[in-house]
């Protein structure tokens, strides 16, 4: 296995990369290679190795090679000041036909050929952020105790609802889609397990083509048992969260500022905290916004974007925590206090990443809730879980293309997404 090109040493080196340019000079030529740890100049003398030459003049970004030659440090080089002075060539494979697509083009056109797109320098800094987001998220709570679960996506009942699911052929039956690992962390807590995560898939049947949607996502969901409160998951989740932007900020804010101009900031703790009525009355008066009637127990779009400069003209915070929301725009499994939902959503820069709440875990109310929402016959199986004893519990789902969506200020979820699935969009 050859070395990547961020670990070649001074001295005689044999290395692999893709061929992002080449630039052409009577006697000489420089070559740009890269692989997924950087870049490095690589320099032909033509005089010396004129069959070098001729390969390069034949080559077209994209096609691989494998190079031996001698690497110097060059105070004339801009990309780091080293270079490969080449001495052989090996191509490993030829691109037939040049990019149909360049940074230029707009996302669906690059997404038509994802393979090409993820080839930007961007792409693979967006991917490495998420990666340690997603670490980050399991070395916090792994140092809590939290055990990691792997939920079934095949289902026999909605996950939420009967609406917004795909339906699958299953054997001479059907099945869904999970739209969320919800009940499932559930059954967990009324195993016994304690505390409990996942990250993986979840599906949702929705004709939706806002910049925040996707019909298939990765999500990160938590629930743990023997809490207080919903003051209890906002604590845990506000904690969880600076922790992480702390570690993407050390390992990759100077790369991230300098790619998407973006300041990571760590927020301070902890996050402001208003109901949606008050927060309705605030942008009235702040901004001159009046929710319509229709749209009061719920977060209006509107109101959703004008949280980024309230909870920053107000509290000097990215992150707004929003309560109180009407019980008909609530899940059935939340609990209620006095017929309010013990939730909330938290807001980021002005779009909602999460979803949190204590669920009703006393199985007389909770059926009666679900009865409530039509629902009791579609979740039979899990009110199940509740009649053998549960304790106090609650937890939080958040979506990771869109956090790295709101972390890095990108105008659609489709570029934070390994490969998008939306309403139109089932390939690559």
């Not at 001295?11 to 420089?30: A, C, H, L, S, Y």
């Not at 004893?389 to 997404?417: Q, S, V």
């Amino acid at each position: 296995m050859t070395p990547q090109i961020s670990n070649l040493k001074e001295g005689n080196v044999k290395f692999q990369g893709m061929v992002e340019t080449v630039r052409d000079k009577k006697n000489i030529q420089f070559i740009i290679l890269k692989d997924h740890s950087g870049k490095i100049q690589v320099t032909v003398d033509k005089v010396k190795y004129p069959e070098a030459g001729e390969v390069f003049n034949h080559l077209l970004t994209g096609s691989t090679v494998t190079v031996e030659g001698e690497l110097v440090k060059s105070e004339y080089v801009k990309l780091g000041g080293r270079e490969v002075l080449l001495s052989s060539v090996e191509v490993t494979s030829e691109a037939k036909e040049a990019y149909p697509i360049g940074p230029e083009s707009n996302i669906d056109q690059r997404l038509d050929y994802r393979w090409l797109d993820l080839r930007q320098e961007k792409n693979l800094l967006l991917f490495k952020v998420q990666t340690e987001l997603t670490a980050a998220f399991r070395e916090f709570l792994k140092e809590k105790e939290f055990v990691e679960i792997h939920s079934p996506k095949l289902i026999g009942a909605a996950s939420e609802s009967g609406s917004e699911v795909f339906e699958v052929k299953y054997f001479d039956g059907k099945a869904y889609l999970a739209q969320s690992p919800q009940f499932y962390k559930q059954l967990a807590i009324c195993g016994g397990l304690g505390k409990v995560f996942e990250c993986g898939p979840v599906f949702r049947a929705e004709k939706s083509h806002s910049r925040k949607h996707a019909t298939e996502f990765t999500g990160f969901d938590l629930e743990f048992a023997n809490i207080e409160s919903f003051e209890d998951v906002m604590a845990l989740e506000e904690e969880m969260l600076a922790f992480a932007l702390k570690k993407v900020k050390e390992k990759y804010g100077d790369a991230i500022k300098e790619l998407f101009g973006v300041e990571v900031k760590v927020p301070t703790l902890p996050f402001p905290r208003i109901t949606l009525e008050n927060l309705y009355k605030e942008l009235e008066k702040r901004y001159g916004y009046k929710v319509p009637s229709e749209e009061k127990g719920d977060l209006s779009t509107e109101g959703e974007r004008l949280c980024k400069q309230f909870a920053e003209e107000v509290y000097g915070n990215e992150f707004l925590f929003v309560t109180d929301y009407d019980a008909k725009k609530r899940a059935f499994y939340h609990m209620r206090k006095d017929g309010v939902p013990q939730g909330y959503d938290l807001i980021w820069k002005g779009v909602e990443i999460t979803t949190g709440a204590q669920r009703e875990h006393r199985y007389d109310i909770l059926k009666a809730q679900a009865e409530e929402k039509g629902l009791a016959k579609d979740v039979e199986f899990y009110l199940q879980f509740f009649k053998y004893g549960c304790p106090p519990h609650g937890g939080f789902g958040i979506g990771l293309d869109r956090i790295t969506m709101n972390l890095l200020e990108l105008p659609t979820i489709k570029e934070t997404m390994f490969v998008f699935r939306g309403p139109e969009r089932i390939t690559p």
